[in-house]
């Protein structure tokens, strides 16, 4: 990974450290599976905590290089690693891409955009605009709330942490009602910050709510039989 703070590609190295991830997966979550019992297979996790949105596809496990890279992309000011980043999240989405009407990526506060300069989840949704054609609305979901740093946090402190954090810009909710939206996002941890945007989204009268990051933490599954 030496190279990676100035490659425009990653080397063969690096490709054999990625982890994508492959069926059998949770058709709500998006996780992993250990066996494949169909199409429509969920994880016991989410039958026992159904998520705030529709779907979710990751193309990553956030281990190894792909932390890296993200790490890379979200705190060292290296916005076109979102070009590198992007035909990994099409594939992944292409069945959410179908009949998506908007991509929102999820917001990041103000405070926050000053100190990184951009928000990593803005430019991959703009880099996947441009490649799917589905329109990206980057305003229309806005972080009112700045919040603590959540890296250390457990799942109940993020959620108390992301209380209120979001609102959809007023004058868009009407635009919103009845919409099939996508959440963009770079990495999930626990899902706590796409279920918190989901859930405000939803309030607005957004009909379908999926979810695409390139990458997201996965421990142990079992399918739900």
């Known amino acids: 990974m030496t190279e990676l703070a100035t490659a425009p590609a990653l080397c063969p190295t690096c490709w054999m450290d990625l982890h994508f991830i492959k069926s059998p997966i949770c058709a709500r979550t998006g996780v992993p599976l250990p066996f494949d019992l ?9 039958m ?4 705030a949105y529709d779907r979710a596809r990751s193309a990553l496990i956030y281990n190894g290089t792909a932390r890296q890279l993200i790490h890379k992309f979200k705190f060292h ?28 990526p999820v917001p990041l506060h103000l405070f926050r955009i000053v100190s990184r300069r951009y928000n990593q989840s803005a430019e991959l949704a703009r880099a996947l605009s441009k490649s799917s054609g589905v329109p990206v609305k980057v305003e229309w979901l806005r972080r009112v709330k700045k919040t603590s740093q959540q890296v250390g946090m457990t799942r109940d402190m993020r959620r108390k942490n992301l209380k209120g954090a979001f609102e959809v810009k007023p004058n868009k909710v009407h635009a ?8 963009i996002d770079d990495v999930i941890t626990t899902g706590s910050t796409v279920t918190a945007s ?7 009268g957004v009909a379908r709510i999926d979810v695409l990051s390139v990458a ?6 079992t399918v739900a039989v």
Not at 38 to 46: K, N, R, Y
Not at 79 to 87: C, G, H, V
């Open 198 to 204: 989901a859930k405000t989204l939803r309030k607005a």
């Open 176 to 183: 919103l009602e009845g919409k099939n939206v996508i959440l």
């Open 77 to 104: 000011n290296r916005p076109e690693i979102a070009d590198l980043l992007t035909p990994w999240l099409e594939t992944c989405g292409q069945d959410l891409l179908k009949d998506a009407d908007y991509l929102i």
């Open 38 to 46: 169909g199409p429509e297979s969920v994880s016991l996790s989410a």
């Open 216 to 221: 997201r933490v996965v421990m142990h599954e």
């Open 48 to 51: 026992r905590f159904p998520p």
